[in-house]
């Protein structure tokens, strides 16, 4: 369905979490089930200009990377402009199937909302082909801290752990030869928050318990349990939430996106790295990663991290060696660049002020989830970036 402004999609979807289909004649169906609310947090760097005047509306850069992704390969796609110059609706159809709709909200022109109720992984592979075909806009990848943050916003009634350091491993069996090379574990119910700290401080398993996906069960203070929402957040920054209260949904998503774009403003404000006409630095400090373990072949960590493939998205040829390996790579995702210098026990980075914060916290997430659980991003002082 498409919509006008934000308070007929925001009835739209408290409708669809209701099993309510009233708005829209072609959804009443005998029988038709409560559906998901899905919203996916995308970074906008590409077409944000901060402090400068839009010379192109909102809706005309978004027709913009629709056509030029591939989604018009696949599906039958236009971009419908709502009252508002900072809200749209993708009509994406395949064939004579069904249209899914994806509602594009820039209220925060950095950081766009992509919502929508498709069934089955419709919304996935669109959203996925958006951002594939355009270095304008890219998934944001979440750092375990920020998903800490919103674990505290209701009850945690399930989690999922997904650590892999087989990905760096050099042994034909992808294992690390000494110890577990991953760790993947779901747990449901009310004592999911507890397994969860008892891991993180038991020795044996500290340096692999990344968490990468949160179930939380959420309600209106004072509420009688009747509004409800249960919201699945993933450290892809998708959100998806089932229940009777779309309010607490739409308030689980501010929260993440005002903590992932809050970290980000203070990564590009305090150390985006500028460089005057003498090529020597005007403003901006170095990022550092305390990498916890010991990376112990920088060659082979270096040439998986910078091959260009996912899940790092960074492309660059490392140079050097001795314990010290330089590299200037190319973010495949948004288009910028950022230097690296690497050991094994630290990794500084360079982060220039027309490169997009989020490229450090992919990094760093990445890290978190195939390195070492327990690496740390720190500042000059040797503080955790993510903690302050």
């Given at each position: 369905?498409?919509?006008?402004?934000?308070?007929?999609m925001?009835?739209?979807?408290?409708?669809?979490?209701?099993?309510?289909?009233?708005?829209?004649?072609?959804?009443?169906?005998?029988?038709?089930?409560?559906?998901?609310?899905?919203?996916?947090?995308?970074?906008a760097?590409?077409?944000?200009?901060?402090?400068?005047?839009?010379?192109?509306p909102?809706?005309?850069?978004?027709?913009?990377?629709?056509?030029?992704?591939?989604?018009?390969?696949?599906?039958?796609?236009?971009?419908?402009?709502?009252?508002?110059?900072?809200?749209a609706?993708?009509?994406?159809?395949?064939?004579?199937?069904t249209?899914?709709?994806?509602?594009?909200?820039?209220?925060?022109?950095?950081?766009?909302?992509?919502?929508?109720?498709?069934?089955?992984?419709?919304?996935?592979?669109?959203?996925?082909l958006?951002?594939?075909?355009?270095?304008?806009?890219?998934?944001?990848?979440?750092?375990?801290?920020?998903?800490?943050?919103?674990?505290?916003?209701?009850?945690?009634?399930?989690?999922?752990?997904?650590?892999?350091?087989?990905?760096?491993?050099?042994?034909?069996?992808?294992?690390?030869?000494?110890?577990?090379?991953?760790?993947?574990?779901?747990?449901?119910?009310?004592?999911?928050?507890?397994?969860?700290?008892?891991?993180?401080?038991?020795?044996?398993?500290?340096?692999?318990?990344?968490?990468?996906?949160?179930?939380?069960r959420?309600?209106?203070?004072?509420?009688?349990?009747?509004?409800?929402?249960?919201?699945?957040?993933?450290?892809?920054?998708?959100?998806?939430?089932?229940?009777?209260?779309?309010?607490?949904?739409?308030?689980?998503?501010?929260?993440?996106?005002?903590?992932?774009?809050?970290?980000?403003?203070q990564?590009?404000?305090?150390?985006?790295?500028?460089?005057?006409?003498?090529?020597d630095?005007?403003?901006?400090?170095?990022?550092?990663?305390?990498?916890?373990?010991?990376?112990?072949?920088?060659?082979?960590?270096?040439?998986?991290?910078?091959?260009?493939?996912?899940?790092?998205?960074?492309?660059?040829?490392?140079?050097?060696?001795?314990?010290?390996?330089?590299?200037r790579a190319?973010?495949?995702g948004?288009?910028?660049?950022?230097?690296?210098?690497?050991?094994?026990?630290?990794?500084?980075?360079?982060?220039?002020?027309?490169?997009?914060?989020?490229?450090?916290?992919?990094?760093?997430a990445?890290?978190?989830?195939?390195?070492?659980?327990?690496v740390?991003?720190?500042?000059?002082e040797?503080?955790?970036?993510?903690?302050?």
């Amino acid at each position: 369905m498409i919509v006008t402004n934000r308070r007929q999609m925001a009835r739209l979807f408290h409708d669809r979490m209701n099993g309510n289909y009233r708005d829209d004649p072609n959804e009443r169906q005998p029988g038709r089930r409560p559906e998901v609310v899905k919203s996916y947090l995308v970074d906008a760097y590409g077409t944000w200009s901060p402090g400068e005047a839009d010379e192109s509306p909102f809706v005309s850069r978004l027709a913009e990377i629709v056509d030029g992704s591939g989604l018009g390969s696949r599906f039958t796609c236009e971009v419908h402009p709502a009252e508002t110059g900072d809200l749209a609706t993708i009509c994406a159809r395949m064939g004579d199937r069904t249209s899914t709709y994806l509602h594009v909200d820039a209220e925060d022109p950095r950081f766009w909302i992509v919502h929508a109720t498709a069934t089955g992984q419709a919304a996935d592979r669109i959203v996925a082909l958006l951002v594939e075909g355009s270095t304008r806009i890219n998934r944001v990848l979440i750092p375990v801290q920020l998903l800490d943050r919103v674990r505290m916003l209701g009850t945690c009634v399930g989690l999922g752990l997904d650590f892999d350091r087989r990905l760096f491993s050099t042994h034909a069996d992808g294992n690390d030869g000494s110890r577990m090379g991953s760790l993947k574990m779901q747990q449901w119910g009310h004592e999911a928050g507890r397994l969860l700290e008892y891991m993180r401080h038991e020795p044996s398993f500290a340096d692999r318990t990344t968490l990468s996906r949160l179930q939380i069960r959420c309600q209106p203070d004072g509420g009688d349990g009747t509004a409800f929402s249960v919201e699945e957040i993933r450290i892809d920054g998708k959100l998806t939430a089932k229940g009777t209260w779309f309010e607490g949904h739409a308030n689980m998503v501010r929260t993440l996106k005002g903590a992932f774009s809050g970290v980000v403003g203070q990564l590009e404000s305090n150390h985006a790295i500028q460089v005057g006409s003498t090529g020597d630095v005007v403003t901006g400090k170095a990022l550092a990663i305390d990498t916890g373990r010991r990376i112990e072949d920088l060659d082979a960590f270096t040439r998986k991290v910078f091959s260009g493939a996912r899940p790092f998205q960074l492309w660059g040829v490392p140079r050097g060696g001795d314990g010290l390996v330089r590299v200037r790579a190319t973010d495949l995702g948004l288009g910028g660049r950022l230097d690296f210098e690497i050991t094994p026990a630290f990794i500084r980075i360079y982060l220039p002020s027309t490169t997009s914060g989020s490229t450090v916290l992919r990094f760093y997430a990445n890290l978190q989830r195939h390195h070492d659980a327990c690496v740390r991003l720190v500042n000059e002082e040797e503080m955790d970036v993510l903690e302050s």
